[in-house]
């Protein structure tokens, strides 16, 4: 279930909740090699699916750490919308830790929190906990805080 609120500003009741969660999200091939094709970073792991057969656990190649991190932003929009706002900027990470991988064929969602809510001219800045998960499995595939700039309508 979406949270909507009205203004930024309504977000500052948030601080310190758990925002929701999205659905699942399948982590194809396709994806993996279109974003190693995109970053340049075609590493044997992500891209090449008979040695991954033979030498990787489960004989299955692994997704990108910032392929998983860089999912967020569409999948964030799942989570909360704000009906009057002006535009929304990413404004950084304060922490990442992609702490266990991602197979190809694993589906994954995203649960974020409101860490913290500063009011600034003309907006807010808000800080979000994010946790990746991997389905069927306890432990998080990424924990993640990073920071965005939400401005007023108009702005």
Known sequence: MM??????????AYVGQV????????I???MIDD???ISGDNNWIHVDTERAARELPDGKTIAHGMLTFS??????GEIVQVRERGRGINYGSNKVRFTSPVQVGSRIRLERSLV????????VRLTYGNVMRREGQERPVMVA????????KGK
Do not use: H
Not at 3 to 12: A, R, S
């Open 71 to 76: 999912l967020m932003s569409g999948m964030g």
């Open 145 to 152: 805080e990073t920071l965005n700039l939400m401005y007023e």
């Open 3 to 12: 949270l909507t609120v009205d203004t930024p500003y309504d977000l500052e």
């Open 116 to 123: 913290a809510f500063e009011r600034m001219e003309g907006g």
């Open 28 to 30: 194809t091939q396709q």
């Open 19 to 26: 925002l929701g969660q999205t659905g699942w999200i399948e």
């Open 35 to 37: 974003f190693a094709r």
